[in-house]
């Protein structure tokens, strides 16, 4: 077995340890570690497909691709058909190409009398449904009515002894709202590397902290929504404020009777109504020592959900079978869902469809891009290789999730995972960004392909974003499967020094999540083009040869994946 840390120097496959946004250069002297592919494969990526793909899949014609709708089913039959016509066969034991997600749908009818009021008398704080405060129920409760609701401030919501870390001490949150900042605490000059100083932990996502709060018995959670801290803007969340919600079939135990954000002012108001300000806030819970604060105010509201059942997604899995090693495999995912339609918007006369061109047409364009390379290359590769596009991601990861919960292949046997999510449709770059790739081997791999294309390797230049918690090559991670999300360089060629910059606000506040994100004429696909080819360097580099990369030692997820290799 070739293992890649014998051939490349410990400093440079890890030199991301620190969550800086340095640069990484391989320099031409490193010796080469992945099979080159054949220039057959190389030519059959190409800028023209790619945006045929993601022009067909973002056309109004599927409807958003909202999840379990008629548009997600067209998306289906499209991919399913690409992939038969580029000569993958259906990846399901049964031979299928379809792999049904179960799933419940959550969607607020009715919002009102919400409000912050203090215990002392005084006027209330309304909250307006949508600009200042959004939210479901984790079970399945139809109706909410709440007069008098204990409101306490827990920090960040976070319990970790590795890190000596509890927020809620021993106070009893039973029966109560708590309100959460979002994001780990920062890190201070006597302990630089606390939280992995600014690269997001689980610990961090708001997922984590609904699921505390739930485990300490909170009859419901509010969490803290600032541009800074969720790297978007609120509108994002209100903008889908009554559309549908997915959740899994399960319902946990204790669920919620409400998981919600609420607004920056909306937030600064509660914490006025303690004597406090936000500031005030963000400062005590950065300390070991914060104590959750009982607010002296109360929480009501009246709101009304409509449930469905029997709601399925479709994962679409293809499968390129390999050669002499066909039951190891490789894993390419792109997820295929969007946010559909509001009928609302569209009631008004205004454009209701979530197209999703960048978030994630593009992704699903590169998916079949490196799915017709591998074909083009000749031979089958050693091991087999998957490519899977998956439903609900928008929901929470759900697809994915569920794959990984029901894969074809036992996830031990998944040597790794290489997703592509939202592509670079901005312009040519001098470098890439691999989401997650520094937590394990992946990380001299992406380095070597990207030297392979004329690329240098950057980091993440937002670490706390969490965006390899966003993404669906975090279930693969979850279970012990090295993985990468490739991501968008930051160095725009024949541009100035600040476009990186402009792109992400551009994206921000036009495209993401917005009806916005749709087919235009300036966007580009020389940059995706790159994405695509380094992508598949890697996944062909691994799927022709018997590397077999591993996770850095201190990572959790390498404990899981030294436990499914004991079973194999």
Request: hydrophobic share 40%; glycine share 12%.
């Amino acid at each position: 077995m070739t293992r890649l840390l014998l051939v490349l120097p410990l400093s440079l496959t890890f030199a991301a340890c620190s969550g800086s946004p340095a640069t990484v250069d391989a320099g031409s002297t490193a010796p080469r570690v992945l099979p080159e592919p054949p220039e057959a494969a190389l030519a059959a990526l190409d800028s023209v497909d790619l945006r045929a793909h993601t022009a067909t899949l973002s056309s109004d014609a599927f409807e958003g691709r909202g999840t379990g709708t008629a548009g997600e089913r067209k998306t289906v039959d499209y991919i399913i058909a690409q992939m038969r016509e580029i000569g993958l066969e259906g990846g399901m034991p049964d031979g299928s190409f379809r792999q049904p997600v179960p799933l419940r749908s959550v969607r607020t009818t009715e919002a009102e009398n919400i409000a912050f009021a203090p215990e002392a008398g005084g006027t209330p704080m309304p909250l307006a449904y949508g600009p200042d405060i959004i939210g479901t129920p984790g079970g399945t409760i139809s109706n909410l009515d709440l007069a008098g609701a204990e409101i306490v401030f827990v920090g960040y919501g976070i319990t970790n002894p590795g890190y000596d870390w509890d927020d809620y001490k021993d106070t009893d949150v039973r029966g109560k709202i708590v309100v959460s900042f979002v994001n780990d605490p920062p890190a201070t000059s006597s302990e630089p590397t606390l939280f992995q100083a600014d690269t997001l932990t689980y610990n961090g996502r708001w997922t984590y902290k609904y699921e505390e709060a739930r485990r300490r018995g909170a009859l419901g959670m509010l969490l803290v929504h600032t541009e800074a801290t969720a790297g978007y803007p609120f509108s994002v969340l209100n903008g889908d404020a009554y559309g549908e919600h997915y959740k899994n079939v399960e319902v946990p135990e204790g669920a919620l009777a409400l998981a919600g954000w609420i607004s920056e002012q909306a937030a600064r108001g509660l914490a006025r109504m303690g004597g406090m300000s936000l500031e005030d806030w963000f400062r005590m819970a950065g300390s070991r020592s914060f104590q959750p604060v009982s607010v002296p105010a109360t929480f009501e509201a009246s709101m009304a959900f409509a449930h469905a059942e029997g709601v399925t997604g479709t994962n679409v899995v293809g499968k390129l079978p390999g050669a002499d090693a066909a039951q190891e495999a490789v894993v390419y995912t792109a997820h295929h869902d969007h946010l559909g339609i509001d009928r609302e918007a569209e009631a008004r006369g205004e454009d209701g469809i979530y197209n999703g061109a960048i978030d994630n047409a593009s992704g699903v364009a590169m998916l079949l891009e490196i799915a017709e390379a591998f074909v083009a290359s000749g031979p089958p590769p050693r091991r087999s290789v998957y490519f899977v596009t998956v439903s609900a991601e928008e929901s929470g990861l759900l697809g994915s999730a569920h794959f990984a919960a029901n894969s074809p292949v036992p996830l031990r046997d998944i040597i790794a995972n290489v997703n592509v999510d939202s592509g670079n449709l901005y312009g040519e770059t001098d470098d890439i960004v691999g989401i997650g790739a520094e937590r394990s081997e992946m990380f001299g791999y992406l380095t070597e392909a990207a030297r392979a294309e004329g690329l240098r390797v950057t980091m993440d230049v937002a670490p706390n974003q969490g965006l390899f918690f966003r993404s669906d090559q975090l279930a693969f991670a979850r279970g012990g499967v090295p993985a990468v999300f490739i991501n968008t360089g930051e160095s725009y060629r024949g541009r100035p020094a600040d476009y990186a910059a402009q792109v992400r606000a551009d994206y921000r506040g036009k495209r993401y999540h917005q009806p916005g994100d749709e087919m235009t004429d300036d966007l580009s696909f020389g940059g995706i083009l790159q994405q695509t080819r380094v992508a598949f360097r890697i996944g062909y580099g691994i799927a022709t040869s018997d590397l077999r990369p591993q996770w850095r030692p201190s990572e959790a997820f390498a404990e899981t994946r030294r436990a499914s290799e004991a079973g194999r």
